[in-house]
């Protein structure tokens, strides 16, 4: 790796400061630093030292350092309970044990990759993105603008009664998924959200009376419609589209059982 | 059945307590600390003519070292396949070539001190390319206006129907019997055709090797490789230089699966240390493995079955479309077991016709992969006769206890052997008991709407090249009595060192302790073809007993001299592994003080050497059964379990033979299900990375249950024959079988993935 | 940079650039048991612990090991060779490339499981691939393992 400075910032003012300059990137778990070898990086910001790779519980939200490993994440016991095992779902087909240990939830948010199961759930989940600068914003509206030089600190998943189920598709098991799917129903809405499309995942939402009049069939289909997809080695456009399909039909009835 | 000592017993492979912990003794982990770094520039594009290569600025970075192009190596073409001289492959390569053939050919060699250097001169190298039109399809590459190899001194050693202008590698048809009577007055006949893709060997262990001068003057090459014979003479081709100036060390190797039975990049570090007098190193990237080494041919397989109404297999036609890739390795043989190693399975077919045409495209040369084509043969004749047994209504259990080959047959389709040991129907037996298999559901609808079925299919192998392989096989008997065992064949973690060990240890009556094995050496172990072909259990494992029976004949001369029996026959000699006894007076000596005793005034030197080959390929056998689940509204595919029934022989060593069906079946399930290979329009493989190359998991896979049904192989040591490629063969073909149980739907495309068979169920039910 | 680290238990500095990754810099200091098997971090075969935990030492930055207690097989000998002992009666090493990784894993695993399933233990390992065994004889050996251990695998 072509790394010409690393700073492990004792502060997130300085990780801030230092992400001003030109060529700095922001370190997560590095997993795919190797992806490209020849990338120079002037200046390399480490967030380790900065106590964001813990998971705090509050009454109404869960609170995610960035540098919360994916594997801490995909096990903690207050959101495995709160989400229904849906972050285990999300997580568990993600390379192997070793790698979840390393890559974090700041990387994968500000990846911002369109395969991210990560992006999926947290969409669902209606979650939030603390930036450092920038406050608190929700996580689509993040999706449609990325962290510029503001630094991802935390992740906000806020707590509501609700059902959570996540789905996807792959090659095989520990592959990317070729289409991924997550629903989250609190008493009034019901958010959909899918994501491999293969880009970036997208959220919707349909009040749940709607979705009960409908039934999980038209109600999936109507979700599914409403983003596109397209085609790349893993999947056709069209198939993903049916697999969205049946995906979003069989999480409305995990989620809402009997109601529909 | 016999009692063994030493064999037919679970030992543990010698190596396995430094592999396990981790010991440094890999060709990375041994090599000199101030090698050059070799690494190649290579084409991004598929066909192309180098017109100039600019290296100047490269030249200049500090520690480069030099920068070979075209210009520069020597003219000759020669193959850089594994097999016994004079090679069947054409000799149709070039250290570097101006002629680019696929995306990734090599086009500059870059030496220098470090891989920063060497990185950094490989961006700085400017080529100058006249971009072609490739040719990618290869249904469509014979006799295309564009030709892989225009070159005029392509030159095949063996005629094999090739011709170049033709972009045809080998061509040739094998006949017995009259197919189109048989054919034509058939009361069914079915007609299918079969697509296989190139699949990537992936040994952990990606390609490398290290090269240097030694104080002779000689070239010496550390590789990790299965042939290091034909790495000596290969290199020496490339290089132009004598075979006496060639030494090739291998040390233990982290996989080869055929793989490394190609001289994948051997010839670019011996190059570089015979041009700069320096040692060097190359180390493929797994980018490199996957997309310029030489993985299994892609094939399109024609198989027409004809039978009678009751489900008598008259007629079997079977043509096979080869896709070389670039460069012909392996080629014109591996196709000739797409029907070899199919046909005989149903030996009661009155008439035979085996074709094969064999092409050149601008895609990645393909090579030896476990199976060596019969996997490809096998997955389109057994899905056909499964397709068959539909169109009969019949079981295809019975269909093929009707037709399959019994021991003691002559088989028209496999040279006219006999099938001297055989208990396939057993086997088959056996495998539809443990699969659960019911001819009349093969297929169960599961409360959450999956449905989980059982597919079945059998398969056959060889043991060795017949007339062609020789395996030699060195003894000594050392201080204190203590044996090494020097073989020519390459333990790549298959155990074959210990597997031999283990054979001599029955024949010498000792303990495997006793017997020491090392690694290959060109200079000092005896020669052997390589580990390949299913050869080293069957043909070094009886290297190793005739050269037991001559070593107990030399220490019973050595214990004549040292009991002053001179004049004794030595067949009043009696060897019973602790001493040497004589029957008429009972005189004894033991081996430990004979082996000391051959150190003191001695004139027989205590070590023979004996070589071994086959007139005959015994095959063996196995039947299994894929159980799987499907889940029809996405088309994806579980497997539950494999079952499989293998009959090898006598099994030499449970636990390694288990683990040989084990791990052939995992890669086969690979290859039936994930491991797909594709292109981009322009040529480029997508699937270059193991994030885009999908081996299976430990989640991808049920159990998998190995059992045995071993038959006695007259012409193998201890009767046992080969295991480590039939095992491959059986999974693709069964779960081929039991998508189409589960759904109604052939897919004769491989791999099966979710959706493939997606797509199949939708426009069917449209 | 200069960093501090623990490794195998022993505590040294070095002098490094700040890109090299773990991987390279655990060979240079004589780890050879430690292996790449891809560029993409998806093999599991440069599995090594950072700090009793196992992660994969081609994605790491050394820079990141300061402070750190980092482990490889070499220090982990004496449990490498009671587990070899189980993987040799299964003949699970084979070509034994991807064994040192792979028992990283294992030894990180049956330090944090008493009674796992075979589900759990596929799962924990998932990340490790293998071409050779094609997975079976390593179970087989796991629980042998276990036994000895005085823990159990659960079907």
């Given at each position: 790796?072509?790394?010409?400075?690393?700073?492990?910032?004792?502060?997130?003012?300085?990780?801030?400061?230092?992400?001003?300059?030109?060529?700095?990137?922001?370190?997560?778990?590095?997993?795919?630093?190797?992806?490209?070898?020849?990338?120079?990086?002037?200046?390399?910001?480490?967030?380790?030292?900065?106590?964001?790779?813990?998971?705090?519980?509050?009454?109404?939200?869960?609170?995610?350092?960035?540098?919360?490993?994916?594997?801490?994440?995909?096990?903690?016991?207050?959101?495995?309970?709160?989400?229904?095992?849906?972050?285990?779902?999300?997580?568990?087909?993600?390379?192997?044990?070793?790698?979840?240990?390393?890559?974090?939830?700041?990387?994968?948010?500000?990846?911002?990759?369109?395969?991210?199961?990560?992006?999926?759930?947290?969409?669902?989940?209606?979650?939030?993105?603390?930036?450092?600068?920038?406050?608190?914003?929700?996580?689509?509206?993040?999706?449609?603008?990325?962290?510029?030089?503001?630094?991802?600190?935390?992740?906000?998943?806020?707590?509501?009664?609700?059902?959570?189920?996540?789905?996807?598709?792959?090659?095989?098991?520990?592959?990317?998924?070729?289409?991924?799917?997550?629903?989250?129903?609190?008493?009034?809405?019901?958010?959909?959200?899918?994501?491999?499309?293969?880009?970036?995942?997208?959220?919707?939402?349909?009040?749940?009376?709607?979705?009960?009049?409908?039934?999980?069939?038209?109600?999936?289909?109507?979700?599914?419609?409403?983003?596109?997809?397209?085609?790349?080695?893993?999947?056709?456009?069209?198939?993903?589209?049916?697999?969205?399909?049946?995906?979003?039909?069989?999480?409305?009835?995990?989620?809402?059982?009997?109601?529909? | 059945?016999?009692?063994?000592?030493?064999?037919?017993?679970?030992?543990?492979?010698?190596?396995?307590?430094?592999?396990?912990?981790?010991?440094?003794?890999?060709?990375?982990?041994?090599?000199?600390?101030?090698?050059?770094?070799?690494?190649?520039?290579?084409?991004?594009?598929?066909?192309?003519?180098?017109?100039?290569?600019?290296?100047?600025?490269?030249?200049?970075?500090?520690?480069?070292?030099?920068?070979?192009?075209?210009?520069?190596?020597?003219?000759?073409?020669?193959?850089?396949?594994?097999?016994?001289?004079?090679?069947?492959?054409?000799?149709?390569?070039?250290?570097?070539?101006?002629?680019?053939?696929?995306?990734?050919?090599?086009?500059?060699?870059?030496?220098?001190?470090?891989?920063?250097?060497?990185?950094?001169?490989?961006?700085?190298?400017?080529?100058?390319?006249?971009?072609?039109?490739?040719?990618?399809?290869?249904?469509?590459?014979?006799?295309?206006?564009?030709?892989?190899?225009?070159?005029?001194?392509?030159?095949?050693?063996?005629?094999?129907?090739?011709?170049?202008?033709?972009?045809?590698?080998?061509?040739?048809?094998?006949?017995?019997?009259?197919?189109?009577?048989?054919?034509?007055?058939?009361?069914?006949?079915?007609?299918?055709?079969?697509?296989?893709?190139?699949?990537?060997?992936?040994?952990?262990?990606?390609?490398?090797?290290?090269?240097?001068?030694?104080?002779?003057?000689?070239?010496?090459?550390?590789?990790?490789?299965?042939?290091?014979?034909?790495?000596?003479?290969?290199?020496?081709?490339?290089?132009?230089?004598?075979?006496?100036?060639?030494?090739?060390?291998?040390?233990?190797?982290?996989?080869?699966?055929?793989?490394?039975?190609?001289?994948?990049?051997?010839?670019?570090?011996?190059?570089?240390?015979?041009?700069?007098?320096?040692?060097?190193?190359?180390?493929?990237?797994?980018?490199?493995?996957?997309?310029?080494?030489?993985?299994?041919?892609?094939?399109?397989?024609?198989?027409?079955?004809?039978?009678?109404?009751?489900?008598?297999?008259?007629?079997?036609?079977?043509?096979?479309?080869?896709?070389?890739?670039?460069?012909?390795?392996?080629?014109?043989?591996?196709?000739?077991?797409?029907?070899?190693?199919?046909?005989?399975?149903?030996?009661?077919?009155?008439?035979?016709?085996?074709?094969?045409?064999?092409?050149?495209?601008?895609?990645?040369?393909?090579?030896?992969?476990?199976?060596?084509?019969?996997?490809?043969?096998?997955?389109?004749?057994?899905?056909?006769?499964?397709?068959?047994?539909e169109a009969l209504h019949m079981s295809p259990v019975e269909l093929r206890f009707k037709n399959m080959v019994r021991q003691n047959q002559v088989l028209p389709a496999y040279f006219n052997e006999t099938a001297l040991s055989c208990t396939l129907d057993k086997c088959l037996e056996r495998v539809v008991s443990m699969s659960g298999w019911d001819d009349a559901s093969p297929r169960k609808v599961l409360p959450n709407g999956h449905i989980q079925s059982v597919g079945l299919a059998i398969a056959m192998q060889g043991s060795s090249v017949s007339n062609v392989d020789v395996a030699s096989v060195t003894i000594k008997v050392n201080d204190d009595g203590f044996y090494t065992l020097h073989i020519g064949a390459t333990d790549m973690g298959t155990g074959c060192d210990t597997i031999l060990a283990q054979i001599a240890a029955e024949c010498l009556m000792c303990s495997v302790d006793d017997i020491v094995t090392d690694g290959v050496d060109t200079d000092?172990?005896?020669?052997?073809?390589?580990?390949?072909?299913?050869?080293?259990?069957?043909?070094?494992?009886?290297?190793?007993?005739?050269?037991?029976?001559?070593?107990?004949?030399?220490?019973?001369?050595?214990?004549?001299?040292?009991?002053?029996?001179?004049?004794?026959?030595?067949?009043?000699?009696?060897?019973?592994?602790?001493?040497?006894?004589?029957?008429?007076?009972?005189?004894?000596?033991?081996?430990?003080?004979?082996?000391?005793?051959?150190?003191?005034?001695?004139?027989?030197?205590?070590?023979?050497?004996?070589?071994?080959?086959?007139?005959?390929?015994?095959?063996?056998?196995?039947?299994?059964?894929?159980?799987?689940?499907?889940?029809?509204?996405?088309?994806?595919?579980?497997?539950?379990?494999?079952?499989?029934?293998?009959?090898?022989?006598?099994?030499?060593?449970?636990?390694?033979?288990?683990?040989?069906?084990?791990?052939?079946?995992?890669?086969?399930?690979?290859?039936?299900?994930?491991?797909?290979?594709?292109?981009?329009?322009?040529?480029?493989?997508?699937?270059?990375?193991?994030?885009?190359?999908?081996?299976?998991?430990?989640?991808?896979?049920?159990?998998?249950?190995?059992?045995?049904?071993?038959?006695?192989?007259?012409?193998?040591?201890?009767?046992?024959?080969?295991?480590?490629?039939?095992?491959?063969?059986?999974?693709?073909?069964?779960?081929?079988?039991?998508?189409?149980?589960?759904?109604?739907?052939?897919?004769?495309?491989?791999?099966?993935?979710?959706?493939?068979?997606?797509?199949?169920?939708?426009?069917?039910?449209? | 940079?200069?960093?501090?680290?623990?490794?195998?238990?022993?505590?040294?500095?070095?002098?490094?650039?700040?890109?090299?990754?773990?991987?390279?810099?655990?060979?240079?200091?004589?780890?050879?048991?430690?292996?790449?098997?891809?560029?993409t971090t998806n093999c599991g075969l440069c599995t090594v612990w950072v700090n009793d935990v196992p992660v994969l030492s081609c994605a790491v930055l050394a820079v990141r090991i300061d402070g750190c207690q980092v482990t490889t097989l070499e220090g982990l000998q004496e449990d490498a060779k009671e587990f070899a002992y189980y993987m040799g009666l299964q003949g699970a090493d084979q070509c034994g490339f991807c064994n040192p990784g792979f028992v990283m894993n294992v030894l990180a695993m049956v330090r944090r499981f008493d009674s796992p399933t075979e589900d759990d233990i596929k799962e924990f390992l998932s990340g490790n691939l293998c071409r050779c065994t094609g997975y079976m004889s390593h179970m087989r050996a796991i629980k042998e393992y276990f036994k000895a251990k005085g823990k159990e695998v659960r079907s």
């Amino acid at each position: 790796m072509n790394i010409v400075q690393y700073t492990k910032a004792a502060s997130l003012e300085e990780a801030w400061e230092l992400n001003q300059g030109r060529g700095a990137v922001v370190l997560g778990g590095c997993c795919w630093l190797r992806l490209s070898p020849q990338r120079r990086i002037a200046q390399a910001i480490d967030l380790s030292g900065l106590g964001l790779d813990a998971i705090e519980e509050r009454d109404d939200s869960f609170k995610i350092g960035a540098m919360v490993t994916l594997g801490a994440f995909g096990s903690h016991e207050g959101l495995l309970t709160y989400t229904k095992g849906a972050v285990k779902e999300a997580t568990r087909h993600i390379v192997g044990t070793q790698f979840r240990n390393l890559a974090t939830i700041g990387g994968s948010i500000s990846g911002r990759f369109g395969f991210s199961d990560i992006w999926t759930l947290l969409l669902a989940l209606d979650a939030d993105v603390e930036l450092y600068k920038g406050g608190r914003v929700p996580l689509s509206d993040f999706g449609k603008t990325g962290p510029g030089k503001d630094i991802v600190s935390h992740i906000i998943v806020p707590k509501k009664s609700s059902q959570t189920a996540y789905a996807s598709l792959r090659l095989n098991e520990t592959d990317f998924p070729i289409i991924a799917a997550a629903v989250h129903v609190d008493g009034k809405d019901v958010r959909c959200a899918i994501g491999a499309r293969p880009g970036r995942a997208e959220v919707m939402t349909l009040p749940v009376d709607t979705v009960k009049t409908l039934g999980c069939e038209k109600a999936g289909r109507e979700f599914a419609e409403k983003v596109t997809y397209e085609t790349n080695q893993r999947g056709s456009s069209e198939y993903r589209h049916d697999m969205a399909v049946v995906l979003c039909r069989r999480l409305l009835a995990q989620t809402m059982g009997d109601d529909v | 059945m016999m009692e063994f000592k030493s064999i037919n017993k679970v030992v543990a492979k010698k190596d396995s307590q430094a592999l396990v912990t981790g010991q440094p003794v890999y060709t990375e982990d041994i090599m000199p600390k101030d090698c050059l770094i070799v690494k190649v520039l290579r084409s991004p594009h598929a066909r192309a003519i180098v017109k100039k290569v600019n290296k100047s600025a490269a030249e200049k970075i500090p520690g480069i070292v030099c920068i070979v192009t075209a210009d520069d190596v020597p003219k000759s073409r020669f193959t850089i396949a594994g097999q016994t001289y004079p090679e069947p492959s054409p000799y149709d390569r070039l250290i570097l070539d101006k002629q680019i053939r696929f995306v990734g050919d090599a086009v500059a060699l870059v030496a220098g001190t470090n891989q920063a250097a060497v990185d950094k001169a490989l961006r700085a190298i400017r080529v100058e390319y006249e971009v072609q039109e490739p040719l990618l399809d290869f249904t469509k590459a014979l006799d295309n206006d564009i030709v892989v190899h225009p070159e005029d001194d392509w030159k095949p050693l063996v005629d094999v129907g090739g011709d170049n202008k033709r972009n045809l590698v080998a061509k040739a048809c094998d006949r017995h019997g009259d197919i189109d009577a048989v054919l034509a007055s058939s009361d069914v006949v079915i007609d299918r055709t079969y697509h296989t893709r190139q699949n990537q060997q992936a040994a952990m262990e990606t390609f490398r090797a290290y090269a240097y001068k030694d104080a002779f003057g000689r070239l010496t090459i550390v590789s990790s490789t299965q042939v290091p014979f034909h790495v000596r003479r290969v290199v020496s081709h490339a290089l132009e230089i004598s075979k006496s100036k060639v030494r090739v060390i291998k040390p233990r190797i982290g996989g080869g699966f055929g793989s490394k039975q190609t001289v994948v990049m051997e010839v670019y570090p011996a190059f570089i240390a015979w041009l700069t007098g320096k040692p060097a190193y190359m180390v493929y990237s797994r980018e490199e493995s996957l997309t310029v080494s030489t993985p299994r041919h892609e094939s399109q397989i024609r198989v027409v079955l004809g039978a009678s109404k009751d489900g008598h297999i008259r007629g079997i036609l079977l043509d096979s479309l080869w896709n070389a890739g670039a460069y012909g390795e392996h080629t014109p043989t591996t196709v000739t077991l797409s029907g070899h190693k199919s046909i005989p399975l149903y030996n009661a077919a009155e008439a035979f016709q085996f074709s094969y045409t064999c092409v050149y495209t601008n895609t990645i040369a393909a090579g030896a992969y476990r199976g060596y084509g019969a996997t490809q043969g096998l997955f389109a004749l057994e899905t056909a006769v499964n397709e068959l047994a539909e169109a009969l209504h019949m079981s295809p259990v019975e269909l093929r206890f009707k037709n399959m080959v019994r021991q003691n047959q002559v088989l028209p389709a496999y040279f006219n052997e006999t099938a001297l040991s055989c208990t396939l129907d057993k086997c088959l037996e056996r495998v539809v008991s443990m699969s659960g298999w019911d001819d009349a559901s093969p297929r169960k609808v599961l409360p959450n709407g999956h449905i989980q079925s059982v597919g079945l299919a059998i398969a056959m192998q060889g043991s060795s090249v017949s007339n062609v392989d020789v395996a030699s096989v060195t003894i000594k008997v050392n201080d204190d009595g203590f044996y090494t065992l020097h073989i020519g064949a390459t333990d790549m973690g298959t155990g074959c060192d210990t597997i031999l060990a283990q054979i001599a240890a029955e024949c010498l009556m000792c303990s495997v302790d006793d017997i020491v094995t090392d690694g290959v050496d060109t200079d000092t172990s005896p020669y052997d073809s390589g580990s390949y072909a299913s050869s080293t259990t069957y043909l070094t494992g009886n290297a190793v007993v005739k050269t037991c029976e001559s070593l107990i004949r030399r220490m019973k001369e050595l214990a004549a001299v040292k009991l002053g029996l001179s004049d004794t026959d030595l067949d009043d000699l009696e060897f019973d592994g602790k001493a040497i006894t004589c029957l008429q007076n009972g005189k004894s000596i033991t081996v430990r003080d004979l082996g000391n005793g051959a150190m003191f005034m001695n004139g027989i030197a205590l070590e023979a050497t004996e070589s071994s080959y086959s007139p005959t390929s015994p095959p063996p056998y196995m039947a299994g059964a894929a159980t799987i689940d499907v889940d029809p509204e996405t088309g994806h595919i579980a497997l539950l379990k494999y079952d499989a029934v293998i009959d090898c022989g006598t099994v030499i060593n449970p636990s390694l033979a288990r683990v040989q069906a084990e791990g052939g079946i995992v890669q086969a399930i690979g290859m039936a299900l994930t491991e797909n290979v594709q292109y981009t329009p322009t040529g480029r493989l997508q699937n270059n990375s193991f994030m885009q190359y999908r081996l299976p998991t430990r989640l991808d896979v049920g159990p998998v249950n190995v059992e045995f049904e071993p038959s006695y192989e007259p012409n193998g040591p201890f009767g046992a024959k080969s295991i480590g490629e039939l095992v491959i063969d059986s999974p693709s073909p069964a779960i081929a079988h039991a998508v189409y149980n589960a759904t109604g739907v052939w897919v004769r495309d491989l791999p099966i993935t979710a959706e493939k068979l997606y797509q199949a169920m939708k426009h069917k039910n449209l | 940079m200069m960093i501090t680290y623990w490794l195998n238990g022993k505590k040294s500095s070095a002098d490094i650039e700040p890109g090299m990754m773990l991987y390279d810099f655990l060979r240079s200091q004589g780890c050879y048991s430690v292996k790449c098997g891809c560029e993409t971090t998806n093999c599991g075969l440069c599995t090594v612990w950072v700090n009793d935990v196992p992660v994969l030492s081609c994605a790491v930055l050394a820079v990141r090991i300061d402070g750190c207690q980092v482990t490889t097989l070499e220090g982990l000998q004496e449990d490498a060779k009671e587990f070899a002992y189980y993987m040799g009666l299964q003949g699970a090493d084979q070509c034994g490339f991807c064994n040192p990784g792979f028992v990283m894993n294992v030894l990180a695993m049956v330090r944090r499981f008493d009674s796992p399933t075979e589900d759990d233990i596929k799962e924990f390992l998932s990340g490790n691939l293998c071409r050779c065994t094609g997975y079976m004889s390593h179970m087989r050996a796991i629980k042998e393992y276990f036994k000895a251990k005085g823990k159990e695998v659960r079907s």
